[in-house]
């Protein structure tokens, strides 16, 4: 092989012979024999093989120019066995000068390579997976220049394509290799939101099919290419400029974004793609697989993170390219929607008739997608580690969030027992419907109060038909998340009267803008914080920003027409906070009446106990409430000192244990001394078992979100609170850890439905 490779480098007309000889009639085989040996002429080389991998991991000579041929079909590497396994399992190029003496080689004697000792193997990557390796050899000792290297990945990025596309194999032969994962995986991850789902998978940041791979005019292609890439940048920047409205974004990540869209090396990888021959969408693709096998292997979290950027902005790219850079996406029927992690304005994207389920990589059990789901009545499935390199686009696939597990490609006995389940539960959901209007009385004639977390312009459609008997927490701040600028005063009226007016009488509490910390806008700047959980957020931003909270203080007065009126304030962690707020609001009452507006016929204003401060100055703060409710996402984190968000540590305390049940009863004790409203909207109280703790500490206000009321009535109907309160508040008392497996048993006992 000479000093510089192709005669011409990246020779269009190299490629083009390779595809047109794959698009000629006659057997697989010859397809193969003929592409090494154009390969083997035009990069000056000894031998030239491709090996590719079968559907049992094993890697399989295919075919050979300058190895004996009767090695083909016989020779064969174990998965990360000899050089060419040694390839697969890095998923990036080996360029070697004396081959024998790396301590990866393994001597196959059958295929008489023993004279050869430069080594060059570059992996055909498709998806970012390794599916085979083309190697080329010759005799003398020396190592290949970069600019060989990159000839010989080109050429492989084609040859994966044509493989993948069966352009080169027939049916039957594609069967046997492992073009992309294909067989019944099971994965074990954490329910974020409960149910069971069968469907196909669609990818959230689904890359956009290459219509061809090789350009006829490279030139054009590459100004194709540059304004697409500018067109990215100027995107990027206008974001980070807060003049845009990427949903959901933080700075931090658009920032990162901008470094990578502004990157010389992967502007200049996408170029000298584009004048190899290849088409502008091809380069992005070829350039998105090594990075995906490069990066997709790093035990560094940083690196991970980093190779979820660059995905993005590949996909950002290749709509660019596509010109559908606003264009969403149909979604099929059954659709399992497969992503990293999803901000909640993401999912309220999709068709919610056909979503069916959703499975992460990441995220926690309190994320707000997870809470978004829970709300849409959505299976939801997340921590499921490597998902998106274990899936293709269309696969069946099962969502399982009863155990908290995936099943893709499922067996048909997998199915047919998921069936069974998913019987199983419509016939429970029967059962539930039939107690809506029953009212939720325990056994021994405690009334429990049941409300519907809402925050969505969709929850309103269903309030009656869960049977709520109000909205114990509306989230205002799902508009700001969801919208492209911030939503001014008459579309934030506009809103509110309609959840009044859905409401039809029945009690709504609108929560505050909880802002800060996991919600971050585009259209408003925030400062990078260390501990975004404790920094600026909900009310500390609200007093911050006062006409940020007026306007909303406003529109909800407005909104009210002289109805009832609940506004509660999220985080308040001093009563000098809620002393403030609540000036607010009497003074947007005042400016009201003033104007000949009508003010509510009655003003409820309350805190959320989500500070474990505030836990002990209950008395100085109840006094100036009209009702409080507790916040026990927010509370059990501060309480325990682990990030909700962090799935390292969100799983390292049980809100069924006795610190966790003595603060809740503390703040219970100190409400029934004052005759304060008490109520829980936070997670515990939409699970039975949960919010069977809570109602044995003395809760009778229960907020959650629209799937739970039905089991959680369940729960009340068949419990004595009584005989449940002398239990849990036994349990309490003792050294544990955890107590849920001793309250599960003694729910048991009691015969109460959790």
């Known amino acids: 092989m000479g000093p510089t490779g192709l005669a011409v480098r990246g020779s269009r007309g190299l490629l083009k012979q390779i595809r047109e000889a794959m698009a000629g009639a006659g057997p697989a085989q010859a397809k193969l024999d003929m592409v090494v040996r154009i390969i083997a002429r035009s990069m000056v080389a000894e031998v030239c093989s491709i090996y590719l991998r079968r559907s049992h991991n094993d890697l399989e000579l295919f075919a050979t120019e300058g190895l004996a041929r009767e090695a083909v079909h016989v020779t064969r590497l174990k998965a990360g066995e000899g050089l060419v396994g040694e390839i697969v399992r890095q998923g990036r190029p080996l360029n070697l000068s004396d081959a024998p003496n790396?301590?990866?080689f393994a001597y196959r004697p059958e295929t008489g390579e023993d004279p050869y000792h430069a080594f060059l193997g570059v992996p055909l990557l498709r998806g970012g997976?390794?599916?085979?390796v083309l190697v080329v050899q010759n005799a003398t000792t020396r190592t290949y220049s970069e600019e060989e290297v990159e000839d010989l990945q080109i050429i492989a990025m084609v040859l994966a394509e044509l493989v993948g596309s069966g352009d080169i194999l027939g049916e039957a032969e594609l069967r046997d290799v492992e073009i992309a994962p294909h067989r019944p995986e099971r994965l074990k991850g954490a329910k974020f939101a409960d149910g069971l789902a069968f469907g196909v998978a669609v990818l959230h940041e689904q890359p956009v099919a290459v219509g061809h791979l090789l350009s006829e005019d490279p030139v054009a292609e590459e100004a194709r290419l540059k304004t697409a890439i500018a067109a990215l940048q100027s995107q990027i920047d206008h974001l980070l400029e807060g003049e845009g409205g990427l949903i959901g974004a933080s700075y931090e990540v658009l920032e990162t974004y901008r470094m990578f869209a502004h990157d010389r090396g992967w502007n200049r990888s996408l170029e000298e793609a584009v004048r190899s021959g290849l088409s502008a969408e091809a380069a992005v693709e070829r350039v998105r697989s090594e990075h995906r096998a490069r990066l997709g292997k790093a035990k560094d979290p940083y690196l991970r993170e980093r190779l979820h950027d660059l995905e993005d902005l590949?996909?950002?790219?290749?709509?660019?390219?596509?010109?559908?850079?606003?264009?969403?996406?149909?979604?099929?029927?059954d659709a399992i929607l497969i992503a990293r992690n999803l901000g909640p304005a993401d999912l309220l994207e999709y068709d919610r008739t056909r979503l069916k389920g959703i499975l992460l990589e990441e995220g926690s059990t309190a994320s707000h997608a997870a809470i978004v789901a829970r709300a849409l009545d959505i299976p939801c499935v997340g921590r499921l580690a490597s998902l998106r390199d274990r899936i293709n686009q269309?696969?069946?696939v099962i969502v399982d969030a009863e155990s908290g597990e995936a099943f893709l490609r499922p067996r048909p006995d997998v199915i047919k027992a998921l069936n069974a389940r998913l019987e199983v539960r419509t016939q429970r959901k029967a059962e539930f419907a039939k107690l809506r209007d029953t009212p939720a009385f325990t056994r021994d004639g405690h009334k429990v109060t049941l409300l519907m977390n809402a925050g969505?312009?969709?929850?309103?459609?269903?309030?009656?038909?869960?049977?709520?008997?109000?909205?114990?927490?509306f989230r205002t701040e799902f508009q700001f998340m969801v919208a492209e600028e911030l939503p001014r005063l008459e579309a934030q009226t506009a809103l509110y009267q309609k959840v009044f007016d859905a409401a039809d009488g029945l009690p709504v509490t609108f929560r505050t803008l909880d802002l800060g910390g996991d919600k971050l806008l585009p259209y408003m700047e925030a400062e990078r914080e260390e501990n975004p959980a404790l920094g600026w957020r909900a009310v500390r931003m609200g007093l911050d920003r006062p006409a940020l909270l007026k306007m909303q203080l406003r529109a909800l007065i407005w909104a009210s027409k002289g109805r009832p009126l609940r506004i509660m304030f999220p985080l308040v962690a001093s009563?000098?906070?809620?002393?403030?707020?609540?000036?607010?609001?009497?003074?947007?009452?005042?400016w009201a009446l003033r104007r000949g507006r009508p003010a509510p016929s009655r003003l409820d204003v309350g805190a959320m106990i989500e500070a474990p401060s505030l836990v002990w100055h209950l008395d100085a703060l109840l006094p100036m409430t009209d009702f409080v409710s507790v916040g026990t996402n927010d509370l059990m984190q501060y309480l325990f000192a682990a990030d909700r968000g962090n799935p390292r540590v969100a799983d390292r305390y049980d809100p069924l244990s006795p610190p966790a049940l003595r603060a809740l009863?503390?703040?219970?004790?100190?409400?029934?001394?004052?005759?304060?409203?008490?109520?829980?909207?936070?997670?515990?109280?939409?699970r039975p078992l949960e919010a069977f703790a809570l109602t044995a500490l003395g809760f009778d206000r229960l907020s959650m979100p629209p799937a739970g009321?039905?089991?959680v009535k369940q729960m009340v109907l068949s419990c004595d609170r009584e005989a449940a309160s002398r239990g849990v508040n036994a349990l309490i008392k003792g050294a544990a850890g955890s107590i849920r497996n001793e309250i599960e048993t003694l729910a048991r006992k009691l015969y109460v439905a959790v």
């Open 129 to 132: 997976r390794a599916i085979g």
């Open 394 to 396: 269309g696969d069946p």
């Open 102 to 104: 790396h301590p990866a």
């Open 709 to 711: 009321i039905g089991p």
């Open 456 to 473: 969505l312009a969709m929850d309103l459609d269903i309030l009656r038909e869960t049977g709520a008997e109000g909205i114990g927490l």
């Open 665 to 686: 009863k503390m703040i219970q004790s100190a409400c029934a001394e004052t005759g304060t409203p008490v109520s829980v909207c936070g997670e515990m109280a939409g």
């Open 575 to 590: 009563v000098d906070e809620f002393r403030a707020a609540r000036a607010m609001v009497d003074n947007e009452v005042s």
């Open 314 to 333: 590949n996909d950002r790219l290749l709509r660019h390219l596509a010109g559908d850079v606003d264009v969403k996406r149909e979604l099929p029927h």
